[in-house]
């Protein structure tokens, strides 16, 4: 399928967050989430599957995990709420109150 639009060479989303060192440690320390580069403004998570289009109502961030009630009880132990959508998916917000999306493909 072709397009006559303006040919992008990749996608950078921005996460803006308050505090850069509670950050990494909820992205990197909590989800697990890879980090490639931190300077003392900024940090480059390693590059997402993909980009989305949905008519859902997702976060703007989805995290996918293998198991989501697993990683929904890790979140909450660690005293993050969690706002279950069913068995497989929900929403959490980082520390600084960013909405992100977990979900699994579990039957």
Known sequence: MGSDGIATNGCRIFIRVDDLEKALRFYRDLLGHPVERVSDRWADLAPARGLTLTLEDEGPVEFHVDN???????????????????????????????????HDHRE
């Open 68 to 102: 989501f009630e697993e990683a929904a009880e890790r979140m909450e132990t660690a005293g993050v709420p969690v706002e279950r959508r069913d068995r497989h998916g929900g929403k959490v917000r980082d520390p600084s109150g960013n909405v992100l999306g977990l």
